[in-house]
């Protein structure tokens, strides 16, 4: 149709304006949604990554140091070690939650089981300050400082000495951090790749090709750390697998959440094992520096019993714990049961059912 100009005039459906409803609807259908919503996500990310790790790592604060005195019951509290305790919690702004041991060989047991953190003991007139490295040592590090500097405060003489050092490769003992950081993060974007390249794969295919790539990652990360590096003399064996079995777990777990979430599994993937999870992991910064409900949901996580074992493993052995295998294990197991049991939700697969099945 043509006014009296000759100019086209719209008429009809074609010509009419969309209502706002109709464009959002055309919005939400266009490739540009998804991508919107990637950009608020990955920037709310950004935020909070930077402020979990900042929050946890940039200025530790110890709040209570686990701390074994040697001395009875019974035994009447020495004037020096009176003075000496008061000093430190005064210098550190914490308080040193005191057990008593009737041995020091009891007391160094329970530095060896990582009750404890460090020693305490009378020795004449002055004090002994045992610190262990290896239990943290950042902790190690702050209880030297103020050990040294409250004596001359308080005229008690102080020996300081590391009974359980970190190895000359590391430190800061931050490796042990960092090779469970690289199981954590390939384990998940393993399970990525695989859904993305490996799309067809069943899921019994699923689990052994997460399990294939965890144990051949594992052993590079050890590989690479102790025989290439020599930042760790590991016990590669055991540190292998505790390094598989993390690598394998947080594959597992982001495969969960693509079977109940599909392809915004990384959100929840991502919050637990990183923004959470490595934090509070004991890695970085030592368990009695972390705020104290970082601390307690730590060891429940999988970077986190990661660390644990891992560190056990090198610095304390014929001293290993169940629990952080167990909890491993537990969220290995919930993984998979969760993929197992819903598999039919996962983004994933192929029938393998015969071409010709359905001739007839």
């Not at 197992?340 to 996962?346: A, K, L």
């Amino acid at each position: 149709m043509f006014d009296h100009e000759g100019a086209s005039v719209p008429h009809g459906a074609h010509g009419r304006r969309p209502t706002p409803a109709e464009r959002w609807a055309a919005f939400k259908r266009s490739p540009f949604f998804p991508a919107s919503v990637l950009v608020l996500i990955l920037a709310a990310a950004a935020g909070l990554f930077a402020g979990s790790y900042t929050y946890t790592m940039a200025n530790p604060t110890p709040r209570h140091i686990p701390t074994a005195v040697v001395a009875t019951p019974a035994t009447p509290v020495a004037p020096q070690e009176k003075a000496f305790v008061l000093g430190m919690e005064k210098a550190l702004n914490a308080s040193l939650r005191l057990t008593r041991y009737a041995t020091y060989e009891e007391a160094r047991d329970a530095v060896d089981e990582q009750r404890e953190f460090a020693v305490l003991r009378a020795h004449g007139r002055g004090m002994e300050l045992d610190v262990s490295g290896a239990s943290g040592a950042s902790v190690a590090q702050l209880l030297s400082q103020a050990g040294a500097q409250v004596g001359r405060a308080t005229g008690v003489e102080v020996l300081v000495q590391d009974v359980k050092p970190l190895q000359k490769g590391d430190p800061r003992g931050l490796a042990l951090f960092y090779i469970s950081l690289a199981a954590v993060i390939i384990g998940f974007v393993g399970a990525i790749q695989l859904s993305v390249h490996a799309r067809a794969l069943n899921p019994a295919e699923r689990i052994c090709c997460t399990l294939a790539y965890a144990l051949l990652g594992a052993f590079a990360i050890a590989a690479v750390a102790d025989w290439w590096l020599g930042a760790l003399r590991l016990p590669f064996v055991e540190s292998w697998l505790i390094l598989a079995l993390t690598m394998f777990t947080s594959g597992m777990v982001f495969t969960m959440f693509n079977t109940l979430i599909g392809r915004w599994a990384m959100i929840p993937t991502w919050g637990l094992m990183v923004l959470l999870g490595n934090p509070s992991s004991g890695g970085a910064v030592s368990w009695p520096l972390l705020p104290s409900v970082l601390g307690s949901i730590g060891r429940w996580l999988p970077p986190g019993a990661s660390v644990n074992a891992q560190h056990t493993a090198v610095y304390f052995r014929g001293h290993q714990h169940l629990f952080p295998f167990l909890v491993l294990a537990g969220w290995s197991a919930l993984a998979c049961t969760v993929f197992w049991v819903w598999r039919h939700r996962h983004p994933g697969g192929r029938d393998l059912a015969p071409a010709h099945a359905a001739d007839g």
